[in-house]
Each structure stands twice: as structure tokens, then as C-alpha cells.
């Protein structure tokens, strides 16, 4: 069976601050995982995603991610933060030797203050 | 433009009244997927279609219907509503697979009362 979990439901920070989302993951094969975000009354925009290669992945907006295999972490990390990034963000995982299936973890919703 | 649309984007109906949640997608998409989004669950994923006339349950099917007759056509079908169906559900695709990212519709919501 494959997982995610979050362990934040809220992160908040001020503008201009480091923003980190936390998310780990289980799965039995290779994880190809995923980080998207959702604002209000909207769908899902994707992000970034690892599949394989480098561990630090670039994505839209400023966002990157570290895969950490030994600590089966992705977490999302963006510099600086801007009010417009406070939305909920999902972190997903397939697992690679059965990709069919993507699962996502709670969410976490960001806020960032001015 | 590149996307995937559902209909309709609200809906309010009443137990046990069949209805159909329409998705389509303009990409020729191969994969196509239905998820239900709940307050402190994240998404969960009801069915999902690998290609025409192939799809397979997910991890909350149970008092769902989909069919894949058509590439572009994915649609959710409720048979007999109930309250616990009331939700905010999504539909994706992708291209096959092997890593690739999901497009997700703009979501419906639905109230069974």
C-alpha cells in the first residue's frame, strides 16, 4: 500500500520569509511524487514533480522540492514567500512499479501575512 | 486551450435520485481518473481508466459507476445518491503514465440531502 502523510494541517508565515511544507511518503516500489496546489473554488494546478535524478526539484512559481530517499521526505521549501501563495497544497505519490493509482496526503493550508 | 472540463460545477439533489457527473478532456489523454475531495482527507480515488473500455476501482468506489466509451469521455455516474456522497469531486488525466502529472478539472460540488 502507498501513502503520504502532512503533518501540518497550517503553516503560516509572514511575507518575505522562507515558506516549508512537510510531507513523507510509503510506498514499495520507486516513488515518483508530486506537489500541487489548490486555491479557493479552483482545481488542482501541479507544481513540481520527482521521479527520478537530481533530488532537488525546480517547479512553477519559485517552489522546489528535496527528495530525501533515506528519510522518504519531499518536502516543499520556496524562499521568499508572497501573499498569493497562501492556498492548500497536496503532496501525491505513485508508486513506480504500479503507476496507475496517485495518492495524496491531507493537504496543508499556508498562509502567508503581509 | 489545453483542459479538462466537468459538468455541472454544483449540484443539489435529493437521496437515491440517479445523476451523472460529466468530464471530458481535449488533450487525447489516455489516463483519466475520478477523486473526491473531503475537509481533512486530501483526495481519495474513486475510479480510474487506463484507455477505452479499461477502468478500475480505486479506493472508494463502492456507490459509484464509470464508463470510458470515448477517449475524451470519462463520465461518474451515482446510481442512487446517498448523504455521505456529498462532496467536492474532481476529474484528471494524463498521458499514460510513467510519472507523468495530472491536469485536474475545476471540481463539482455535490450535495446529496
Known amino acids: 500500500a502507498q501513502s503520504v502523510a502532512q503533518p501540518e494541517d497550517q503553516v503560516n508565515v509572514a511575507e518575505g520569509n522562507p515558506l516549508t511544507v512537510k510531507c513523507t511518503y510509503s510506498?514499495?516500489?520507486?516513488?515518483?511524487l508530486f506537489w500541487y496546489v489548490q486555491y479557493p473554488n479552483r482545481g488542482l494546478q501541479f507544481l513540481l514533480k520527482?521521479?527520478?535524478?537530481?533530488?532537488l526539484v525546480k517547479g512553477s512559481y519559485g517552489f522546489e522540492a528535496e527528495f530525501n530517499k533515506s528519510q522518504t521526505s519531499f518536502h516543499l521549501k520556496k524562499p521568499s514567500a508572497l501573499v498569493s501563495d497562501s492556498a492548500l497544497y497536496f503532496c501525491?505519490?505513485?508508486?513506480?512499479?504500479?503507476?496507475?493509482?496517485?495518492?495524496f496526503g491531507a493537504g496543508t493550508t499556508v498562509t502567508v501575512r503581509a | 486551450e489545453a483542459q479538462v472540463t466537468q459538468n455541472p460545477r454544483y449540484l443539489i439533489t435529493v437521496t437515491g435520485k440517479k445523476l451523472t457527473v460529466t468530464c471530458s478532456q481535449n488533450?487525447?489523454?489516455?489516463?483519466m481518473s475520478w477523486y473526491r475531495q473531503d475537509p481533512g482527507l486530501g483526495l481519495r480515488q474513486i475510479y480510474y481508466?487506463?484507455?477505452?473500455?479499461?477502468?478500475d476501482k480505486g479506493d472508494v468506489p463502492e456507490g459509484y459507476k464509470v464508463s470510458r466509451k470515448e477517449k475524451r469521455n470519462f463520465p461518474l455516474i451515482l446510481e442512487s445518491p446517498s448523504p455521505n456522497q456529498t462532496s467536492l469531486y474532481f476529474c484528471?488525466?494524463?498521458?499514460?503514465?510513467?510519472?507523468?502529472?495530472?491536469?485536474f478539472g475545476p471540481g463539482t460540488r455535490l450535495t446529496v440531502l
Open positions: 488533450m487525447n489523454h489516455e489516463y
Open positions: 484528471a488525466s494524463s498521458f499514460g503514465t510513467s510519472g507523468g502529472e495530472q491536469f
Open positions: 501525491a505519490v505513485k508508486d513506480g512499479s504500479n503507476d496507475y493509482k496517485l495518492s
Open positions: 520527482y521521479i527520478t535524478g537530481d533530488n
Open positions: 510506498v514499495s516500489g520507486n516513488p515518483y
Open positions: 481508466s487506463m484507455n477505452v473500455e479499461v477502468t
